[in-house]
């Protein structure tokens, strides 16, 4: 059942829409089907989002998007100085305020997200309803929005959001950039070894230890797999994920299983974009695959696959049969720890990546 409590003047076209989703690669993800909907929907309308500056990256040269607006994240956390950091906060303020926008949407629904767009004055301000308006954010948000019960998929409840603007059902299209240095640069890497052949991709890594499916399996995996397909199997890691990368190369022994080199979001991006197929933890390597069009075999324990597995087709999301499933919980409380993971066996993932690649 879909509610929406809206107390402004919504029957003109809006000039100027602030989307705020500031982190997380996979929520940032989940919400360009809503700036490709907007853009649609208002072609003359300038768009800004507000992000986190290591995430912006992934915004810059998107032709739906007018305006990326930085979250200063580094130089806070960089900064001992309270006054340097209000400093900071109160210049981004001012920058949100200079741009005039007419309408902000709160994608997060946090009172982080949702006071942004409350001190900058923006005169329609669109958030959630219902528990994912969480905290104070309905109470800073004055237009808001509860998501029907059958939009469960992330996605689709995020597209809830700009049913206020008119704009329903909307396709959902992603949008993706292109970074041409860091496309040369895998490019590059990848016919020092690859042949020209796609690589299959593992990512062993994710935000929370109960995402993870154990990197030895990992290992496993990945040797089966360069065995059988004769496939170069690229091992994908990230800042503080080198023993996950070791113990997936050692467990893997075949030579046809490589550590990818050091990568920033861009070279991630890129590398993915060259690959035949993705197995990783909920994590934001498969949401990027998802976005790309690249095949995905992915794990879900405690977050729920239905609201953030893979979106569409060509994707399987393999779990063991235990009744928590989608518990939402960063430590295991359960008696027989993780074994929402632990279950999960090797040769299903084998089985089900090799239908994806036949």
Not at 295 to 306: H, I, L, R, T, Y
């Amino acid at each position: 059942m879909s509610s929406q409590r809206v107390k402004y003047d919504l029957s003109r076209p809006p000039e100027r829409i602030l989307i705020i989703r500031m982190s997380h690669i996979g929520d940032i993800i989940h919400t360009i089907p809503m700036l490709t909907a907007l853009r649609q929907a208002f072609p003359t309308a300038h768009i800004g989002w507000l992000v986190e500056d290591y995430l912006a990256p992934m915004l810059y040269g998107l032709k739906s998007l007018d305006e990326v607006v930085l979250m200063p994240r580094r130089q806070i956390r960089q900064t001992r100085s309270v006054a340097e950091r209000f400093r900071l906060l109160g210049g981004l303020l001012k920058r949100i305020r200079s741009r005039r926008y007419q309408v902000a949407i709160d994608v997060h629904g946090l009172t982080k997200s949702a006071a942004w767009s409350f001190f900058a004055r923006i005169p329609i301000r669109i958030g959630y309803d219902g528990k994912e308006g969480a905290e104070i954010s309905r109470r800073l948000n004055n237009t808001l929005v509860l998501p029907e019960e059958d939009k469960r998929h992330i996605i689709d409840r995020n597209l809830c959001l700009i049913k206020p603007l008119g704009i329903e059902n909307p396709e959902v299209r992603f949008e993706m950039p292109v970074g041409w240095k860091a496309a040369e640069r895998m490019e590059q890497w990848l016919g020092s070894f690859a042949g020209g052949i796609p690589p299959i991709i593992v990512s062993p890594g994710a935000g929370w230890p109960t995402k993870c499916w154990a990197p030895e399996r990992f290992g496993e995996a990945a040797g089966i797999l360069a065995g059988k397909t004769k496939r170069p199997v690229v091992v994908l890691w990230g800042p503080g994920e080198e023993s996950l990368r070791d113990t997936v190369l050692a467990s893997a022994m075949s030579g046809r299983v490589v550590p990818a080199p050091k990568t920033d979001i861009l070279e991630m991006m890129e590398l993915i974009r060259r690959s035949s197929l993705v197995i990783t933890n909920d994590t934001g390597p498969l949401h990027i695959a998802v976005a790309l069009g690249i095949p995905s075999v992915s794990f879900f324990g405690p977050s729920d696959a239905d609201r953030n597995g893979p979106y569409g087709k060509r994707h399987r999301v393999v779990q063991a049969n235990v009744p928590c499933l989608g518990c939402w919980e960063k430590t295991c409380p359960a008696p027989d720890k993780h074994c929402c993971m632990t279950l999960v066996r090797t040769m299903d993932v084998v089985r089900a990546s090799l239908e994806l690649l036949s």
